[in-house]
């Protein structure tokens, strides 16, 4: 492992970044427990500039299929994956998933698009530091981006090799990378570990944009090549990458029995449930929230049907109770109706609570709810108060391969065949 720096590394710099704070403004649902915003590619690049000329930190995650899977197996990806500022959909499935639950997803908007127009932007400066990869990848990088005729230049490379989250942690490393002063920090260490990473550093970080942008650095060091355009305008980029690199192809059959999974245990009954109970104008009107608070607690009772239409009395609520330090509990007993944009700013709000180590509680005796929240992805939720405010420690569980990975795989799809026919007569 090696470091490559353009800064002095004797000159030690912090840069101040303003307090945290969660925007309930965002235009954020929630795709079968993904956190997403639905954005076009500049309404992207715009935040991403102005959280970096405003030295405000802006943690961005690129969701996928592979995080559908991922999130269902591991809480502690699950609970990084929610804590992000911006969450822009990655993969063409998810923009086909959200379409089905009536989210208006233009297309996708892939974090190798976002960081390719911030490097061909030359109306402003800034500078980009890059996690991962090899000595090799990050000296093309640098030697790309001072050829590039952009605002873009490379702060510096570090190959941290394959170590632990906590071996990638040194204060000597995270020094190292605080002194070059980037405006951008790009981490490709792998989704799982570069998201533990992040969220374990966060605080210590001095780089307003921070992201785990996966293959990003390789395909800017030109060591792995893009799909063509008419593959990633068909959702078909998952061919390409198993060509280039054959090695995927066991990672794409599980997300592939994952998203099958999810299409008839969770969206099709979805689907049913809003054709058949979509609430009425006046229903909507006579939706309830009660915010009170109890000790250290914030507590958010809702009554009545909650979606997009009539999300004010939510945002502001969830504001409140933020600003105020405060545990949360959210009471869903008497909810008759929730869609995705509902529960993504209840999912914004418990991945801001986890990502600062505050409580958050959701309460749903009601069978009723229960499902509703199942059906979305959300049934982590339901976990026991006690449980939900405590913190859990971080615990890598890389997926099998070989043939255990492939047992693993026929497991899955036997189980999936056989719940859904299960679920089928349950709904």
């Known amino acids: 492992m090696s470091l490559s720096m ?13 307090p945290l704070a969660p925007d309930f403004s965002r235009p954020a649902v929630c795709i079968q427990g993904l956190l997403c915003d639905v954005v076009t590619l500049n309404e992207a690049r715009r935040l991403a500039m102005a959280c970096i000329n405003s030295s405000q930190r802006c943690s961005i995650v690129t969701p996928n299929t592979d995080f559908l899977r991922l999130i269902r197996s591991d809480p502690e990806f699950r609970d990084a994956v929610l804590a992000n500022d911006l969450s822009i959909i990655d993969g063409m499935p998810l923009v086909w998933l959200a379409r089905a639950l009536g989210v208006p997803a ?17 109306s402003e400066h800034f500078s980009a530091f890059f996690f991962g990869a090899t000595d090799e990848i990050g000296r093309r990088v640098r030697d790309r ?17 394959f170590g632990s989250v906590e071996s990638m942690s040194t204060p000597f490393i ?22 533990l990473w992040l969220n374990r550093n966060e605080h210590l970080l001095s780089a307003p944009i921070i992201c785990n942008l996966g293959a990003t650095i390789n395909f800017v060091a030109g060591s792995v090549r893009r799909a063509p355009a008419h593959f990633r305008r068909y959702g078909l980029e998952w061919l390409w990458r198993i060509w280039e690199e054959p090695k995927l192809y066991a990672r794409y059959a599980l997300d592939l029995a994952t998203l099958l999974s999810v299409l008839i245990r969770e969206i099709l009954p979805c689907m049913i449930q809003g054709a058949l109970h979509e609430p009425s104008p006046a229903q909507l009107a006579a939706a309830r929230l009660q915010h009170s608070h109890r000790d250290s607690e914030d507590f958010l009772a809702f ?24 545990d949360i509990v959210v009471d869903l007993d008497h909810v008759t109706f929730v869609d995705a944009a509902f529960l993504g ?9 986890r990502r600062m180590h505050r409580g958050f509680a959701l309460c749903a005796t009601n069978s009723k709810v229960k499902r509703m929240l199942q059906r979305h992805g959300c049934g982590f939720l339901l976990m026991t108060r006690q449980d939900r405010f405590v913190a859990r420690p971080i615990r890598l569980r890389p997926p ?9 795989l026929w497991k899955r799809m036997s189980n999936f065949a056989h719940m859904s026919w299960i679920n089928f007569h349950e709904h």
Not at 174 to 194: C, E, M, Q, W, Y
Not at 400 to 408: D, I, Q
């Open 6 to 18: 353009q800064a002095d590394a004797t000159t030690a710099f912090r840069r101040v970044l303003k």
């Open 106 to 122: 233009r297309d996708r908007v892939c974090g190798c698009d976002l960081f390719d127009t911030l490097m061909h932007q030359s």
């Open 145 to 161: 981006l001072d050829d590039n005729r952009s605002g873009l230049r490379c702060a510096g490379a570090y190959a941290p090799g």
């Open 174 to 195: 995270l020094d190292s990378i605080n002194k070059t002063d980037p405006d951008l920090l790009v981490v490709s260490v792998g989704a799982r570990k570069g998201l």
């Open 303 to 326: 009554s009545g049907p909650w979606t997009k239409d009539n999300l004010a009395p939510l945002r502001a609520a969830l504001t409140a109770a933020t600003r105020d330090a405060n």
């Open 345 to 353: 700013q209840i999912l914004l709000a418990y991945g801001y609570q």
């Open 400 to 408: 099998p391969t070989g043939p255990a990975g492939a047992h693993h």
